[in-house]
């Protein structure tokens, strides 16, 4: 009999932790921060510490407490008990967005992690251009540990290669069947708001289980969606595990109705374009990028995402020749002719500085794109506005007082404040629009999720004999599905 264990996802839209047991295996479905409860005690400048281990993310409710997953360093150091072996044969990872993911830091190295080429090259990017604290997920970085110094005086941190230890990454082709101990594993690649979302459907010698992951139907790539529902449903499936973020939602634009509103919108317009999109989200860089063709701009983006895009070269996404790259004023804003730095008491312009000087001030991972020639920055978009269409997020406003843009348009193609931390943010980025005039706020924006009606539809041709609805919260909605002879079971969080 298939045991499943909810950590997460239950009565809230992400925060997937979902353990799943046959026989001798057990296999966690992905492992993802909860942010209606992170977002209750912690927020932008207020953090876990990591010099409490797992501690106060134990006390706060953020992590369950199920013995043998957590890697040993942040567990010695607070005092408790590490298994010789994990208690988990593997995780299965849906998609690299933070509520499926974040908290694979805290997992142990020798948990084996299976997921797509796209879902690993996606956290690839994150964890070399991250600044947080806890972003351990493709390699280990022992922390707690001094060893001796060369001198053999004295000791010092660990550090560098000698700290990583390197996680077990499998990835996996659709549909090809895998197996961890007593389950028989195939993967279906589903259309989501990044590259590499997967569903997957779990065989044991008692049972069959489908887990969605997240998806929808009215993105770039509908068919791959519909193709796992047809897999899906030729598998006789006993117990399906749906995600419901939008259940209470009929309406459904798709990404095609952004591309055709954005091109009408900025069409005929010769003054400075701003767009905002979600960084991994390379379908809506896609449409941009066509966006900005069509009115015969350049899509400019920033240097997180032409490293992505480096990545995925070959893939269907544009090429890093085909946008421009923006390089922004880092540490003493070496750069440009509006600034000045004093060398032996004489102040020279940014300009005629050496350029290893300015080189300096950017992370190794940023000076690879420094000399290409596609790169652009606050001068170039000052001085010819109608050349570019300028994606500029949250962290990125202030770049503004650079390029100092007049009269410009601003698209806004993200997710609306679901709390009041993002409402907050969203005044701020008001503030900043009034100020350079660019009033009013152009909001274009698809989920990544189905709406109710497409996810009924999907469930009644899989036809498990068991629902439980997951990463909603309205999961009575679901309860209709009883007529059409489904099961529905309310999850209950484990611990």
């Keep these: 009999m298939v045991g499943i264990d909810f950590y997460g996802g239950v009565d809230e839209i992400g925060g997937n932790k979902i353990l799943i047991h046959e026989a001798q295996t057990s296999v966690l479905l992905d492992f993802g921060m909860s942010f209606n409860q992170a977002g209750l005690y912690f927020s932008e400048f207020l953090q876990p510490r990591k010099a409490n281990g797992i501690n106060d993310f134990m006390e706060l409710g953020l992590l369950p407490e199920i013995k043998g997953i957590y890697r040993e360093d942040y567990l010695k150091h607070c005092g408790m008990e590490c ?6 044969d593997g995780l299965l990872l849906s998609h690299a967005h933070m509520d499926h993911s974040a908290y694979i830091h805290h997992l142990r190295e020798d948990i084996p992690l299976y997921m797509s080429e796209e879902s690993h090259l996606i956290l ?40 990583s230890l390197e996680r077990e990454i499998k990835t996996f082709e659709p549909y090809k069947t895998f197996e961890i101990g007593d389950f028989r ?25 489908v887990y969605s992951g997240d998806l929808r139907f009215h993105g770039r790539h509908p068919e791959i969606t519909q193709k796992f529902v047809k897999e899906a449903k030729k598998s006789n499936p006993n117990v399906m595990l749906c995600e419901g973020t939008r259940m209470a939602e009929e309406r459904t634009e798709t990404e095609k109705d952004i591309e055709h509103k954005a091109k009408e919108l900025i069409r005929d317009f010769k003054g400075p374009v701003i767009v905002n999109f979600p960084v991994r989200d390379l379908d ?112 990125e406003l202030k770049e503004l007082i650079d390029i100092k843009p007049e009269n410009g348009v601003y698209i806004k193609s993200m997710t609306e404040p ?35 009606p497409e996810l009924l539809d999907m469930i009644r041709e899989i036809e498990p004999e068991t629902l439980y609805p997951i ?23 484990a611990g």
């Design 83 to 88: 298994s010789e072996e994990p208690a988990v």
């Design 124 to 163: 690839k990017v994150l964890e070399e251009t991250s600044t947080v604290s806890f972003a351990d997920i493709l390699q280990v970085k022992k922390d707690f540990h001094f060893v001796p110094k060369k001198n053999g005086e004295g000791y010092k941190k660990l550090g560098g290669k000698d700290a």
């Design 185 to 209: 594993i195939r993967s279906a690649p589903v259309d989501h708001s990044l590259p590499g979302a997967a569903a997957y459907i779990l065989e044991s010698d008692e049972e069959v289980t």
């Design 284 to 395: 809506r860089l896609l449409t941009f990028h066509n966006v900005a063709k069509a009115a015969g701009r350049i899509l400019v983006v920033n240097l997180k995402q032409a490293y992505m895009l480096n990545l995925f070269k070959g893939r269907g996404y544009p090429e890093i020749e085909d946008v421009a790259v923006y390089v922004p004023r880092r540490a003493w804003g070496l750069l440009g002719e509006d600034s000045f730095a004093c060398f032996n008491g004489q102040w020279i312009q940014s300009s005629e500085i050496e350029p290893s000087y300015v080189n300096s001030q950017y992370k190794k991972w940023e000076r690879d794109f420094l000399d290409w020639e596609n790169t652009v920055n606050y001068m170039d978009i000052r001085d010819e506005p109608e050349k570019y269409l300028f994606r500029c997020d949250y962290f």
């Design 418 to 452: 679901f709390d009041d931390e993002m409402m907050f943010s969203e005044r701020r980025v008001e503030n900043w629009l009034r100020h350079f005039n660019l009033c009013p706020m152009h909001k274009m924006h698809v989920s990544g999720h189905a709406s109710g």
């Design 471 to 493: 990463h909603t919260e309205h999961k009575e909605m679901f309860k209709v599905l009883e007529n059409d002879g489904i099961k529905v079971v309310y999850p209950e969080r």
